[in-house]
């Protein structure tokens, strides 16, 4: 069901308040809305302009210009002052958990969707379980707890739950006494599919497994992808909205990768083919390049792939494909995977290392967390919808700009959001979880933009190792075996060294010393894989 009902601009109750910005941006900004506001209106509450006449045609001048660049209303309903409002209930969705293959198997995981704690686990039978990360006892998280014989304990008094949330165990209860049957678990639906785990987030509405995403490419045989989990410090729409702007790739992601370089900052061009109550669709590329060969597709409600399909000289089609699932985490939060995959791989990126693509990930995402970040905290503290602080232009923003303009649209159905011309705020306040215990991970949790102080492992989301290796059974895997090496290597470097003192010949003091030398830039290169993996990485600025 769809709604028509008068769209309500923010506008007129926020202008008068902006009277710091400088006069050009106002005019910018009293363009984005003009279908909203008369003129005459427009005088009074700015206060910068003081030849109404000659303002006027400034104005109308000024303004056409501005239609040529800048994204203007993209449907009927929006050039008439209308606003669409679709049916839509958050929970009636399936939200991407995890990895499949990183999930642990002898241990319980503690997840958020928006503000809702859940706990995820392999039961004895090896079947995913996800419960309310809530004791019923006295609240404590499960996730705390520990796995025994495919029962999941709470660690504060040994509580155990089973199958569907049933209470199978309460040490303290007297011998003839019988397990309450209260005493039982909320539990939510999860599937696993693609090698990715979904949640259904309702209790009241079966399942609709229908809903549940299907990626055609990642089923094509030869299909091979890299796929990665990151946490981050900013709210998901935050996410999505940088992850379909391809614009900024060249200049924040400069000399990243092979292909990003701040020289090939230019034009883009778009057309949108789809839209729907669920997302939209279309096609983009360079304007350079005359042709838009690549399929993006937002789908609610945090799906986002970016698709292209390449003929080679012998006329074989090759798919590329770039994944991204955003998971809300809580107000400021948002966990993402990443899968990038291909019918066919470069053989030069076959010799890397998988975890060398991960560590290159994580580098991205620190390119952009620090502006992101401050992102969020203006949206937050301006508390007006996107199209009054944003100027979205239309060879670079045209998908942000459709991105929120499908928030108006279903946001109403949302704990919060911020759209293009509507936004409900938090209603229940940000918690702050694991509270980092110790002086050294207070420290190191106090100074987020440089990582902590020389501790990977405090609980700190601007920290690499807390916001992806904890996540990715690989990269621990390879931490922990260059950091044995690296330990192994260092005892063997000194062993060697203390030999080449004590022994006379001199051929064997050189023998040891080169040993010993071959040892330490073995350790060199260990402590460097595990800096790669674990620490943040430091922007430098190149100029052209």
Not at 145 to 173: A, S
Not at 183 to 195: I, K
Not at 211 to 240: C, M
Not at 325 to 346: A, D, E, I
Request: with cysteine.
């Amino acid at each position: 069901m769809v709604l028509v009902i008068p769209c309500l601009s923010h506008c007129q109750s926020s202008l008068a308040l902006r009277v710091y910005a400088p006069p050009s941006r106002q005019l910018l900004l009293w363009t984005l809305s003009s279908h909203s506001f008369k003129p005459r209106r427009k005088h009074a509450r700015f206060g910068v302009v003081a030849d109404t006449k000659s303002a006027s045609l400034l104005d109308h001048k000024d303004g056409e210009e501005d239609h040529k660049v800048l994204v203007g209303p993209s449907t009927d309903e929006e050039r008439r002052g209308e606003r669409v409002v679709a049916d839509y209930d958050w929970t009636e969705e399936w939200y991407p958990l995890y990895l499949t293959q990183n999930v642990p198997d002898d241990a319980p995981l503690g997840l958020n969707v928006f503000d809702k704690q859940l706990v995820l686990f392999r039961d004895g039978n090896g079947n995913f379980r996800c419960y309310e990360d809530r004791c019923p006892h006295r609240l404590a998280k499960l996730s705390e707890g520990q796995l025994i014989d495919g029962r999941l304990e709470c660690l504060y008094h040994g509580w155990q739950f089973e199958g569907e949330g049933k209470c199978v165990k309460i040490p303290q209860l007297p011998a003839d006494a019988k397990i309450p049957r209260s005493a039982c678990v909320a539990t939510y639906e999860v599937r696993d599919s693609q090698g990715v785990i979904w949640v259904w987030m309702s209790r009241k509405t079966p399942p609709n497994v229908g809903k549940i995403p299907w990626f055609e490419n990642f089923a094509r045989p030869g299909f091979q992808d890299v796929s990665t989990t990151h946490e981050l410090p900013y709210d998901h729409s935050i996410l999505l909205e940088n992850l379909m702007d391809p614009a900024h790739v060249p200049i924040s992601h400069d000399r990243t990768d092979w292909t990003a370089k701040r020289e090939d900052a230019q034009p883009l061009c778009f057309e949108v083919t789809e839209r729907t109550d669920r997302g939209f669709a279309g096609w983009w590329g360079k304007e350079k390049d005359g042709s838009m060969s690549s399929f993006l597709r937002f789908e609610a409600p945090c799906v986002l792939q970016n698709n292209r399909e390449i003929v080679d000289k012998n006329g074989e089609r090759h798919y590329f494909s770039g994944l991204f699932l955003c998971r809300p985490t809580g107000q400021g939060k948002s966990m993402l995977v990443v899968r990038f995959g291909t019918t066919k791989r470069s053989p030069v990126a076959k010799l890397f290392p998988e975890w060398y693509f991960h560590q290159n990930a994580s580098k991205v995402f620190e390119q952009d967390m620090g502006f992101l970040s401050s992102q969020n905290e203006i949206l937050l503290k301006e508390k007006v919808p996107t199209k009054e602080l944003y100027m979205n232009l239309k060879s670079s923003d045209t998908w942000v700009a459709e991105y929120r303009k499908w928030m108006d649209k279903v946001g109403h159905g949302m704990p919060y959001h911020f759209g293009h011309s509507t936004i409900s705020l938090p209603k229940e306040p940000a918690v702050v979880e694991h509270a980092p215990a110790g002086l050294i991970a207070g420290l190191s949790a106090s100074l987020p933009a440089k990582g902590g102080i020389g501790t990977m492992h405090a609980p700190n989301l601007a920290n690499r190792y807390f916001r992806h290796v904890i996540h990715c059974k690989g990269c621990r895997t390879v931490v922990k075996a260059f950091q044995a090496w690296k330990n192994s290597l260092s005892a063997v470097a000194v062993a060697l060294a203390a030999l080449a003192i004590l022994v006379s010949g001199r051929q064997w003091k050189a023998l040891l010393l080169v040993s010993a030398s071959l040892c330490s830039v073995g350790v060199y290169a260990c402590s460097t894989a595990i800096a790669m993996n674990t620490t943040n990485f430091i922007r430098t600025h190149r100029r052209l």
